[in-house]
């Protein structure tokens, strides 16, 4: 028996951000951006609309798609570095907008790897045979965290949702490996500083701008590298396979100069590598899913295929994932 995603389903806000759209409020270029990051169009959230209620047409396409009744769903975990709340958990909310029977829930902080850490968590509890059907479902409104006065930060991130059914289905493909692993020994290099325990939100928190992502770009590029490569290492190891064996890589989107990097270091061809970061930039813990929902969309995927997923985020945390579909 082997656990393998059987519904995913996305959701974007309807407002995008092209580079243009930046010039005129920031000293910036499409040519840098473009050129710098990859990134041409990004999406912006509504004021009032919150990450469950983008999350929420996700999630029925999903338990759609896996053709499911939504009442078989017997855990959900939410991924997400922007909830609705601190507490409750958007798991929570999502749970009751639904219309589920009680069921449990969680919120996964996990920054941009956190699609991956909580597939992890949904194959484990899965092979367990403690749980049957698992939604998981990554969302974030980076925009809302955004100091767009900043260009070091307010080009490159955007919102978006993702949800995939996670359960158990006969034969031996599905989810082949997996590995998730963090370092906090610089977790200061990218980091919404204010809001949690350490600086309560207060008047000089607001002034100082601490309630907007901070991010020591260089560093964290240099790491994003190495890490995902380790990562790649690990799963591909894990499952007893070679790079070879792989039909299609899908790297976290942060910056195409970061995949370039990766795809050079293993010599990957180019056509084996699924982009999106230049069409939605950079989603956090949403990107891998949403990702794969694009790959799959496109038609890149097909039965038999072997897809390995990678990223790497706040933290940092990072890891890798080889699926058979
Ligand atoms: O999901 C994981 C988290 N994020 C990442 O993985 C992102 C990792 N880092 C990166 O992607 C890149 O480091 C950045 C895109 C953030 C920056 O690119 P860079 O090539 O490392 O640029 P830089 O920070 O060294 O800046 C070079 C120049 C600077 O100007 P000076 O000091 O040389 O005059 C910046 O002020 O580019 C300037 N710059 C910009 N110029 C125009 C920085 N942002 C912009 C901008 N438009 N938006």
Redesign the pocket.
């Known amino acids: 028996m082997a656990v393998q995603i059987t519904g995913i389903g996305m959701n974007l806000p309807s407002k995008s951000m092209t580079n243009s759209d930046?010039e005129k409020i920031?000293?910036?270029?499409d040519q840098?951006?473009t050129e710098?990051?990859g990134i041409k169009v990004r999406y912006f959230s509504d004021k009032d609309q919150a990450a469950s209620d983008l999350a929420y047409p996700a999630c029925l396409e999903a338990i759609e798609k896996a053709k499911i009744s939504k009442d078989s769903i017997d855990l959900i975990i939410v991924a997400t570095v922007t909830p609705d709340y601190l507490f409750p958990t958007t798991a929570c909310i999502l749970q009751n907008r639904l219309g589920l029977p009680p069921t449990p829930a969680f919120d996964l902080l996990a920054?941009?790897t956190g699609f991956i850490y909580a597939a992890e968590v949904a194959r484990n509890f899965l092979e367990s045979q403690r749980y049957k059907c698992i939604l998981v479902v990554a969302v974030e409104e980076l925009t809302k965290i955004l100091d767009l006065q900043d260009?070091?930060?307010?080009?490159?991130f955007g919102d978006g949702a993702a949800a995939a059914i996670f359960q158990h289905i006969e034969g031996d493909t599905g989810i082949l490996s997996s590995y998730i692993s963090a370092d906090g020994s610089k977790h200061q290099n990218?980091i919404l500083p204010a809001g949690g325990s350490k600086n309560p939100a207060s008047i000089e928190s607001i002034n100082n701008k601490m309630h907007y992502i901070k991010?020591d770009?260089?560093a964290?590029?240099r790491d994003?590298v190495s890490m995902m490569i380790s990562s790649t290492k690990e799963a591909l190891s894990r499952a007893n396979l070679n790079k070879e064996d792989i039909d299609l890589f899908i790297p976290?989107q942060?910056?195409i100069?970061?995949i370039q990097s990766i795809t050079k270091y293993f010599e990957i061809e180019q056509s084996k590598v699924h982009i999106t970061v230049d069409k939605y930039a950079?989603i956090?813990s949403a990107?891998i899913p949403i990702a794969l929902y694009d790959a799959m969309s496109c038609g890149k995927i097909k039965n038999g295929m072997k897809v390995l997923l990678t990223a790497?985020?706040?933290g940092f945390t990072y890891g890798a994932m080889v699926i058979e579909f």
């Open positions: 930046f920031l000293d910036t270029s840098w951006i710098r990051t920054g941009c260009r070091n930060t307010a080009v490159l990218l991010m770009g260089k964290v590029f994003a976290h942060a910056n100069r970061i950079n956090s990107t790497f985020g706040a």
